[in-house]
């Protein structure tokens, strides 16, 4: 007789996080060197030299997405931890409450998932204390006893959007207006986009609750979100339809190591802007350089559309180029220019995290190593979009 066939084993290896750190520092160290590789590839007029470096990319950039794949969890094993807290949230409130949850599946960077921990926590213990009506309330507004929380994940493109929603009775922004006037974050009488007024729940000490309990009314929490985000290079969008509820999606990168970039050059500096952001490069031309009362914007097929000369911003000496490209970046819904020497072309990211001293600095987000062993800022598209918008709302009530 045969013997049995052996049950197949299941290969599975347990690694600590560290060595997958690890790992991909190593990746990114590769992909500098491979960068450098191309770069005096391009000099040389051996054509041996260029298919091996072409062939050199090639293998660095596959090895770069089989380690990305090894770093990337499915986001469920993140929100099964909430049905606990939307439990005690529930009782806490003497609210029904359910927790409806999508998209686990969903797979993100490792370390993209341990920061998101907190940030989630605030969000749905937000919905659940803020947005959602009592029993009452419901029955008035003729909806079901049970209100809902949903938390959802999706791919979109080279970003994970991840959303908390509720079937509440949506923001009220005469409330939200009224606070923010009270607390100075708003001038009396401004007057703001919805998308607008709704991000100043995120700003520090901002609160509608009159009463301070273990739930609101601290101002704290939502700045949480709104920092951690940042950190994570992403971005919050707020939408809120009123009686019917909100929704806040964050937009987050699917890795913090690698990113594909544009490399730009300012002056004497080259700077590398994210490429997830970028939506489209122009030329700055007289004729589009529109300028009233200190305002300048540019004319993007009808659409009046702010920018920001960085030359101005980065103090560079040097005579601007006669004719300067403009880079629209987006960020939360909005859009601005970026005014540029030069657009140099697309490239291999490696992020490396700026130092403590320069932590503060609001419009850059990390650095990069390039191919000929300079050092490049990577630009903080939200907080640049964020300063163009704030420039422009200031002239505009100026004037």
Do not use: W
């Amino acid at each position: 007789t045969r013997a049995p066939a052996a049950s197949s084993p299941i290969c599975r290896v347990r690694v600590p996080a560290e060595r997958l750190d690890e790992l991909m520092d190593r990746v990114g160290e590769l992909v500098i060197a491979q960068s450098r590789l191309k770069q005096i590839a391009a000099a040389s007029s051996d054509p041996q030299v260029k298919s091996v470096t072409e062939e050199i990319e090639r293998l660095a950039r596959e090895l770069q997405d089989t380690t990305m794949g090894v770093r990337m969890m499915p986001i469920g094993s993140l929100f099964g931890r909430f049905r606990r807290l939307v439990h005690d949230l529930s009782r806490d409130l003497g609210k029904d409450i359910e927790l409806i949850t999508s998209g686990e599946e969903t797979e993100l960077d490792k370390t993209v998932i341990e920061r998101l921990a907190d940030p989630l926590v605030h969000l749905i213990r937000n919905a659940g204390d803020h947005g959602l009506e009592g029993p009452d309330g419901r029955a008035a507004a003729g909806k079901p006893a049970k209100g809902r929380i949903t938390l959802t994940a999706r791919h979109a493109g080279a970003a994970v959007l991840i959303s908390v929603g509720d079937d509440g009775r949506g923001l009220d922004r005469t409330r939200i207006q009224a606070r923010a006037e009270e607390q100075g974050l708003l001038a009396p009488g401004a007057k703001l986009a919805d998308e607008e007024l709704f991000k100043i729940i995120f700003a520090p000490g901002f609160s509608t609750a009159r009463e301070v309990t273990n739930l609101s009314g601290r101002g704290v929490g939502m700045d949480v979100v709104k920092r951690t985000i940042d950190e994570l290079r992403g971005s919050i969008d707020v939408k809120s339809t009123p009686g019917h509820g909100s929704e806040v999606t964050l937009r987050l990168p699917l890795t913090l190591a690698i990113i594909d970039g544009l490399l730009v050059r300012v002056g004497k500096g080259r700077y590398v802007i994210p490429l997830g952001a970028v939506e489209e490069c122009v030329e700055l031309t007289p004729q589009d350089d529109l300028r009233a009362k200190g305002r300048c914007f540019l004319n993007i097929r009808g659409d009046l559309v702010p920018y920001i000369r960085l030359r101005e911003q980065f103090a560079s000496a040097l005579p601007a180029d006669p004719y300067q490209k403009v880079v629209i970046v987006s960020a939360s819904g909005m859009r601005v220019g970026l005014v540029v020497d030069q657009v140099i072309g697309d490239h291999q990211t490696v992020i490396k995290s700026l130092s403590r001293l320069h932590a503060d600095v609001g419009v850059f987000s990390g650095a990069t190593i390039l191919g000929d062993g300079s050092v490049a800022l990577i630009l903080d598209v939200p907080q640049l979009v964020a300063d163009g918008q704030a420039a422009e709302e200031r002239l505009k009530a100026a004037s």
